[in-house]
């Protein structure tokens, strides 16, 4: 398989998702010194290669697996060959395997390298953890995704992971890791909503997602439940919170929409969202640094 095709499947436009994730994680572990440039340069070098592992390595496991298991689906999906990647071909799927694999193993040894500098065993379980979550999700028999709630608490989950690995290099900031343990719950509403995305053609490969199970509306409204939840459980900044109360608006009024037009609502609220995110996510982490 081309590298090409490996970096479509890999979807690049969820790659700053993982890599903020992680920052932020670092940003309040070890006191900030990556970024003032006063750690040591073997420490840093292991930092960033961490990084770019969470990049196509990651995404390799995370939507190859995905990829192999969602063929049926994907031939129906009109986003395909979008930003949603591009539809496997039968004759890719063992290469494809291949990859995964050796993803896998790559990323396996940078969180051992990681563990074994810095002495703490988070960063090899969270890597392991993520890896077995990952592919739990989408590959029988537990195929996470398609018993909801499980596919969303999953997806929650999986903010999670980035972020302990990029707070294993530092000292437990047992706040920092209680509010991105909270924001776990804003992550999981979020892949509620986003399945309304992608509703009509899960509903014909008769893949049973949350939003499939529930109905568009219902999945609506247990999203913006849920933030409602995460707004009143964090003690967030007032940046968080005001990202968090867009998103709500946004599920608000999705919800609200005649039932033949929420999963395009939903398209472009998602849009708006992940734009939203991406630019919060950056404000908070510079915030961090400076």
Excluded: Q
Aim: proline share 5%; hydrophobic share 60%; aromatic share 10%.
């Amino acid at each position: 398989m081309r590298f090409s095709r490996l970096l479509v499947i890999s979807r690049p436009v969820f790659w700053p998702v993982l890599i903020l994730s992680f920052l932020i994680g670092v940003a309040f572990g070890p006191g900030l010194d990556v970024f003032t440039g006063t750690a040591t340069p073997v420490m840093t070098a292991i930092i960033w290669i961490e990084l770019l592992a969470l990049t196509l390595p990651l995404c390799i496991i995370a939507f190859g697996v995905n990829d192999i298991y969602d063929i049926v689906s994907d031939e129906k999906n009109p986003r395909k060959g979008m930003i949603e990647g591009a539809v496997l071909r039968k004759t890719e799927k063992k290469s494809l395997l291949y990859a995964i694999l050796m993803s896998a193993a790559l990323l396996v040894i940078v969180a051992a390298v990681a563990t074994i500098a810095t002495g703490n065993a988070l960063n090899i379980l969270a890597m392991t953890g993520l890896i077995i979550l990952l592919v739990a999700y989408s590959a029988p028999p537990l195929r996470l995704k398609e018993h909801p709630p499980l596919d969303s608490i999953a997806n929650g989950m999986l903010w999670l992971g980035p972020f302990l690995l990029g707070h294993s290099f530092g000292i437990w900031d047992s706040d920092a890791v209680r509010k991105a343990s909270i924001l776990c719950i804003a992550v999981a509403a979020t892949h509620m909503y986003a399945a309304l995305v992608d509703y009509t053609p899960d509903k014909r490969a008769g893949h049973r997602t949350f939003a499939v199970a529930a109905g568009p509306r219902t999945t609506a409204i247990a999203a913006s439940a849920l933030l409602v939840i995460t707004l009143a459980l964090g003690g967030f900044s007032f940046a968080v919170r005001m990202l968090l109360a867009l998103a709500l608006c946004v599920f608000i009024f999705t919800a609200a929409a005649p039932v033949s037009r929420i999963e395009r609502t939903a398209h472009y609220g998602a849009a708006a969202l992940y734009i939203s995110f991406l630019a919060a996510g950056a404000f908070y982490l510079l915030r961090a640094i400076l």
